[in-house]
């Protein structure tokens, strides 16, 4: 295999592994460990020393992964990189279950901006995450993956909805209730015991969970030259798996470090968000001299990776006629001057000093001025942390869809750029 189709082929599998933010970071957990990195509790003492290559993990949920070099991080920065676990989905309600006309049925919350339609006639499995009671009396967080197909959420007929072709509008309340079987009578489901015959566990040990459906569809490669990447999470896990994989294989004496945060996608606001104290608390310990952290931050840079929207030929009015990156045609600078993202002048003419370098083509994006703009974590850090940061991502179709696109060149592009990043040699700043 060629080096792109070798690198697709393990974010394939990674992704395949990762139904939710949980098992992510367990999978990029194993992917650090197997490159030798050590892992630090949040509650221990860390005796860190220069060349040392460490992760620690908040809510299980959120991972920070970093190389120490051999110069004072004061005088030539860090190098980081941001990216987020969590996808839009549809998560589990707390007493979910429900029989209606015998169909045993579960109660849904949308998490972040669902595109609703295509959750539809789609074989969906449950994964997540749940709290049990052990022998002993002691609470464990133990991750479940059902695997196979467990449920669907049927589309209503078109001969009792003429107008669904032309107009159809998704009530997330009533028209989403997955369904997962039969019942007799009165008879409700049981998703604590479906949970405990999983685990192995009585039902009385399922304290609490966090659960959501997702599409039992796997990855692929798809296109007559296998040119395209479709799967459900590619947002922002492609960004995931890239920053680790690059923070792994850079060959470098300067200080690396890779953030993959939760709940990005609504809004950032937790513990282990990117406006919670997670990074800012790593870099705390790292250098805890707050003079000497303010001089590092000074002569950082921040990659936060987040996908864009390619330009879909379809529908080629929603973009701006010149920033309508295309598939497989390399990273997108993001640029919005209302600060949606964080790139400046600054930030994106080193970027593009590191990818000519690498010989690695960039595109752009920015978007109309008659239709909103996304954001991501590279504005939030850049507030917090005062680090110089600039959003980067790949082309995507589908965003927020339940199975999105991207081009197989643009994974490893990604990653070739950000290996660029972590072995540039020297201060960031532009002076």
């Avoid at 990029?28 to 990195?37: K, P, Q, R, S, T």
């Avoid at 630090?40 to 860190?48: C, I, Y």
């Avoid at 600054?346 to 083509?361: G, K, N, S, Y």
């Amino acid at each position: 295999m060629t080096q792109a189709e070798t690198f697709n082929a393990g974010l394939l599998a990674f992704l395949a592994q990762s139904p939710t933010p949980f098992h992510a970071t367990t999978g990029l957990e194993a992917l650090l460990d197997d490159a030798g990195f050590e892992a630090l509790p949040e509650t221990a003492d860390w005796a860190l020393r220069p060349g040392g290559r460490y992760y620690t993990v908040r809510n299980g949920s959120s991972i920070v992964a970093f190389a120490l070099g051999a110069d004072a991080r004061q005088r030539t920065g860090i190098r980081m990189l941001g990216a987020h676990t969590d996808s839009p989905c549809l998560m589990v309600r707390p007493r979910p279950e429900s029989n209606r006309r015998g169909y045993f049925q579960l109660g849904v919350e949308v998490y972040g901006g669902v595109l609703l339609n295509p959750w539809f006639d789609r074989d969906l499995s449950l994964a997540g995450r749940v709290v049990v009671r052990t022998a002993d009396g002691a609470l464990r967080a133990r991750l479940v993956d059902l695997r196979r197909p467990v449920a669907v959420i049927p589309s209503l007929a078109i001969h009792l909805d003429r107008d669904a072709n032309r107009q159809r509008s998704i009530n997330p309340e009533t028209d989403i209730q997955p369904l997962l079987g039969q019942l007799a009578g009165d008879a409700r489901g049981d998703l604590r015991g479906l949970l405990a015959a999983e685990l192995g566990i009585a039902a009385d040990q399922v304290l609490d969970y966090e659960l959501c459906l997702y599409d039992t569809q796997a990855p692929a490669l798809l296109g007559l030259q296998s040119e395209f990447i479709a799967s459900a999470r590619l947002d922002n896990l492609l960004s995931c798996y890239v920053g680790i994989r690059a923070l792994i294989e850079a060959d470098s004496e300067e200080t690396r470090l890779v953030v993959c945060s939760d709940h990005e996608e609504v809004g950032s606001g937790s513990t282990s968000g990117a406006q919670g104290p997670f990074l800012e608390s790593v870099l705390t310990r790292l250098l805890p001299d707050a003079a000497d952290r303010s001089r590092a931050l000074a002569a950082s840079l921040l990659l936060s990776t987040d996908n864009a929207h390619g330009i879909h030929p379809n529908f080629p009015t929603r973009h701006d006629a010149g920033h309508g990156p295309l598939l497989n045609q390399g990273p997108v600078l993001k640029i919005n001057h209302n600060q949606r993202y964080a790139t400046n002048s600054l930030t994106a003419a080193r970027v593009r000093e590191w990818a000519r370098a690498a010989d690695i083509q960039l595109q752009h994006f920015v978007a109309r001025n008659d239709m909103g703009c996304g954001s991501t974590i590279g504005p939030i850090m850049a507030t917090r942390l005062g680090v110089p940061t600039l959003d980067l991502g790949v082309p995507t179709f589908a965003m927020h869809s339940i199975r999105e696109l991207a081009g197989a060149a643009d994974a490893q592009a990604l990653f070739l750029l950000a290996k660029q990043c972590f072995g540039h040699p020297g201060s960031l700043a532009v002076s």
